[in-house]
Every structure is written in C-alpha cells, then in structure tokens.
C-alpha cells in the first residue's frame, strides 16, 4: 500500500507542471490565435502591401475594378462606405429596439414571459446568416418594391434591416445581463422616493448598467461589420458609395467572399482582398480599443 | 393620555397575503403623530411587513394581496386614487442595508427632488442651500462637506445609512419608516444613528423595525409588539418593558423565544 500511495506521490510531482503548462497554454491561446490569423491573413497579402500597391490609391478611391483587362484599379472607399453605410443603418434600427427589448425583458415582463422571451431571443440569435441572407433575398425584397415603389429591394436599407435583425438578439441578451447586474437595492431605493417606473429606468438603471450597454452596443456592430453572407445577398452588391438606403451598395466582407474564389492564387487581385481583410481586421480591433477606452474612462471617471 | 392625540397613521382590519401565506391578520393600530414607535418582534412576526405596507413598496413583489384600510394623514392609501409617488415622498423609508444610489452624494440628496419635479429647473445656489440643509440636520455636513461629489457608495456604512436618511428630507416627509436601520453598522454608528432618530422625532412621525429590544427601549416613545401576524400589544415603551399585559410580550422581552 504504501508504495502504491508512493508512486501516485511521484507521479503526482511530475504531472503537476506538465497539467500547469497544459493550463497556460490555454489561458494564452486566444493571444496566439490572434496573431497567428493576423500573420497569416498579411503573409498573402504582403507580396502586393509592400510591391505595387499604392496605398492612398486604396483608401481613397471609390474605383474597384480589380478585373480589368487594360486599367485594374484598387479602390476600396466605395466598399469601406458600403459597410459603414449599412452596419450605420443596421445600428440605428437595432439599437433601440435591441436595448428597448432588453429594458422590457429585464423590468417590465412577467417570469413566465420572460422565460419565453429569452428562449425565443436566442433561438433568433441561432438562425444561420445564410438563412437571413435568404430572407432578405426574397421577403424583404418584394416588400420593399411594394412599400417604396422603387425598382430593386436588394438595397442598403434590406442589408441593414436584416442585419439589425441579425444584431438584436445579441444587444438584448448581453444588455438584459446587464440590466440584471444592477443590485434590487438600487431599484427598492428609487421607488421608495417615489419614483415612477420609467424614472427608475433612466435615472437609475441606465447610468449604473451603460458600461455593459455599451458593450452590449458594440458587439453587435462587431457582428453587423463582419457579417458577410447575409450582406452579400441583400444588398446588391453594387460597387458605389451610396447617396440614399435605396442604393445597392458592395460590403469589403461580401467582396472578400465573392471574389476569392475568382482570383488567381498569387496574383494581384488575390493579395489586395488579403489587405482587404487585413483592413476588416483593423476596423474590428479598432472598434473593440476604443470601447476599451471608453469603458476604462467611465470607470475611473464614476 | 391625552385625548387629543393626532394620529399620522391609523390602519384598521388590515390583512395582507404573500400568494397564499398571510403576514398579517387583522392589524388595526394608530401610530401617533410625531412620536417614535418601536415594532418589535420574533422574525417572520410581520414586523417589517406591516411597515413596508406603509408606503406600499410590498407591492414590489408580485404575489402580495392587501385588504382593509391604512389611513396616512386622512387619507386610506390603498384607495385606487392614491398618486404611489405622491405616497412616497410623504412617506420616506430608510432600509436594513444602506442603500444609497451610485451616484455622488449631492446627487443622492437631490435625487428625490429630481423625480418629484422634472421640469422645473432650478438654480444652483437654491439646490446647494438643500443639500447643506439636509447633511446638517443629519450631522453630516462637517464630514461631508468637502466629497460632496464623491460616490455615495462609497462612504463609510455610517454615513451611507444617514445619507440615506438625508436624502428623504428635502422631500419633506412626515413619516419616516425604518426597517432595522442599524443592523448593519457598529455600536458607533448605531449610537449616532440613534441620536439622529431623537433628533428627528418631533419633525417627523418614525416608525422602526428592531430585532434589538434595548434599541427600541433606548428609542421608542411607543411600542408595538407582533407575533405571527397580530398585534399583541401596542402601548408606552415603558409600560410595554416594564409591565406587559400579554404573558407572550413578557417572554418575549424576558428573551424565552425570539
């Protein structure tokens, strides 16, 4: 017996730094994963980064013409404008409907409902984008030739209400944590000064839950940015920087996903939606470090 | 006694259920006007229910049914006419945790004003004037004076717990319910507190809720003994401590149960 508990012992001693590591490794992972996709994503795109393309060319010009025979040109501002027209949208549709449904489901709906709710939220949260791609394809379409009278329905104004639809559920879960974090006593103490329930809402619950709004907010411009198939099929994809929600526009991620299946491992065209995606990647980090920013601020501000 | 006493709180057959256990069973006292009365009794007696019927904030929690009639100041509050935010900014309530909002402290002061008149703006100076004469009548401004913008949450329980009882003044109150206000703090702060209680009355109409009987003792001009959901006795503190009439008040006070 003794020897037995002595080798478990052993063992024990050599194991533990080994089970240590194991635990590290995954604790950094996420650092890992990170840069090896940045590295990755930039490897490809490099050879043309730093070999012909003309930067300012990139970001300022609305001319993609990455096929053409004579006269190629790299423009992706019409893109760029194409996805912060539509997330633009998308947010303000969703914002206050998402936030407004986070309100109700976390103070004004009753156990039962609010079971029902969550289950329903998340299940929306679950639909394949491919799905609300088709959705927007053909529902929204017809609809909005109806409603407005216009010519085409695969418009920015169908990509930003299928993506706000898409965005929702995520801005009324994370805000209804939120809203839940905020201790009853807050509540008790407000209505016992007479406020009203709405006063309890804005004057009290808003301010001491905005940080997880905020954050509740931005991620789902996180998903509305990056979200590809659905904006590929309800948009138009139309290379233009638009001047109204009836103009088809053309997102950087849809472009990505469109044509690279069309372009030559190696080539030009094949690099420059590489760079593409590196931008994308930018925006995104940029998005979350501000946010960063802005919470870090609050928080020592309060 | 006189027989002129004004009463600031008169309840009569007063039954309330939380869904089908009921708190309290025909509860019918008068409170007088002005003076502190002690609610004493074993926990679960109804104590704290009875108190928070008082400005309804029991109604917080879905499953509670009331009947029978609590007149404040000549009028029964659970009319269907009663204004809840009319209610309770006559009405104040200091609770067992102090619970100040996460706010700066000139802001917890205000907060009542704020909700009770929304349009109308008001001066600075006019709101500075409030907010000094509300930390003073709770001997709080020396100490605060200077962090009036700190956050309120993160005083020390002491002055949270006067803050709390602070920030119901400028609504002027003529009732101030307390649900065991000193439970949280040390005997320092429950001192002060206390104090500040003894100061008040005359102002104010208080009605607290104590597990502590040499605090109700200390306190109360009047007390009112509950067990299980009836009023067993409700005279002088004095008369209460040192001559119960109910054999239950005196085990209870002799600490054979509680």
Not at chain 1, 211 to 220: D, E, F, H, I, R
Not at chain 2, 18 to 41: C, E, P, R
Not at chain 2, 235 to 247: I, N, V
């Amino acid at each position: 017996m003794k020897t037995i508990a002595n080798v478990f012992h052993q063992l024990e001693r050599w194991l533990e730094p080994v089970i240590e590591g194991i635990i590290r490794l995954c604790g950094i992972s996420a650092i890992i994963f990170v840069f090896g996709i940045f590295f990755f994503v930039f490897r490809e795109g490099m050879g043309f980064f730093f070999g012909g393309l003309d930067i300012v060319e990139f970001l300022t010009s609305p001319d993609w013409y990455p096929t053409s025979l004579n006269n190629k040109r790299y423009g992706v501002l019409a893109l760029i404008a194409g996805t912060f027209s539509v997330t633009a949208l998308a947010m303000v549709i969703a914002v206050p409907f998402g936030l407004g449904a986070a309100i109700f489901v976390s103070e004004f709906c009753g156990p039962k409902l609010k079971e029902t709710l969550k289950i329903v939220i998340e299940l929306l949260a679950a639909i394949p984008s491919v799905v609300w791609g088709f959705i927007g394809l053909t529902v929204m379409n017809a609809l909005i030739i109806e409603l407005f009278t216009v010519p085409i329905g695969l418009t920015m104004l169908n990509g930003g209400i299928i993506l706000a639809l898409m965005s929702v559920p995520i801005i009324v879960s994370i805000g209804e944590d939120a809203l839940k974090a905020v201790p009853d006593s807050y509540r008790e103490a407000a209505e016992a000064l007479g406020a009203t329930r709405w006063q309890v809402i804005y004057r009290v619950l808003l301010p001491t839950a905005k940080n997880g709004l905020l954050a509740a907010v931005l991620l789902g411009v996180g998903r509305a940015v990056g979200e590809t198939m659905a904006v590929l099929m309800t948009t138009g994809h139309a290379v233009k920087i638009p001047t109204s929600p009836f103009d088809s526009v053309r997102t950087l991620t849809a472009t990505i996903a469109a044509e690279l299946g069309e372009a030559a491992v190696g080539s030009d065209h094949y690099r420059v939606l590489f760079i593409i995606g590196v931008l994308l990647f930018s925006i995104t980090f940029i998005v979350n470090f501000v946010t960063d920013l802005v919470i870090k601020g609050i928080r020592e501000k309060a | 006694m006189s027989a002129d006493k004004r009463y600031s709180i008169e309840t009569s057959q007063l039954n309330l259920w939380y869904a089908d256990f009921q708190a309290l069973i025909n509860v019918s006292v008068k409170i007088v006007d002005g003076l502190i009365t002690g609610l004493i009794g074993p926990s679960g007696c109804g104590k704290t229910t009875l108190l928070r019927c008082f400005n309804r904030v029991n109604e917080r929690y879905g499953n509670v049914t009331t009947i029978g009639e609590v007149q404040i100041l000549g009028k029964n509050i659970y009319d269907s006419d009663v204004s809840l935010p009319e209610l309770r900014k006559n009405v104040g309530m200091v609770f067992q945790r102090p619970n100040p909002l996460p706010i700066s402290v000139y802001e917890n002061i205000i907060f009542g004003l704020r909700i009770h008149s929304e349009q109308r703006r008001r001066k600075k100076s006019q709101t500075d004037e409030i907010v000094e004469a509300a930390l003073r009548e709770v001997f709080l401004w020396d100490d605060l004076k200077d962090q009036l913008k700190v956050k309120a949450t993160t005083l020390q329980l002491e002055q949270q717990q006067k803050l709390c009882i602070a920030r119901l003044l400028p609504l002027k109150p003529r009732v101030i319910l307390m649900d065991e206000p000193c439970s949280t703090l040390d005997a320092k702060g429950t001192r002060a507190v206390e104090e500040l209680m003894l100061e008040l009355a005359g102002h104010y109409t208080i009605l607290i809720v104590t597990h502590n009987m040499a605090q109700a003792r200390r306190v109360s001009d009047e007390c009112i003994f509950m067990l299980l959901g009836e009023i067993v006795e409700h005279t002088r503190t004095e008369d209460l401590f040192l001559m119960p009439k109910s054999t239950k008040t005196a085990d209870y006070i002799e600490g054979r149960y509680g």
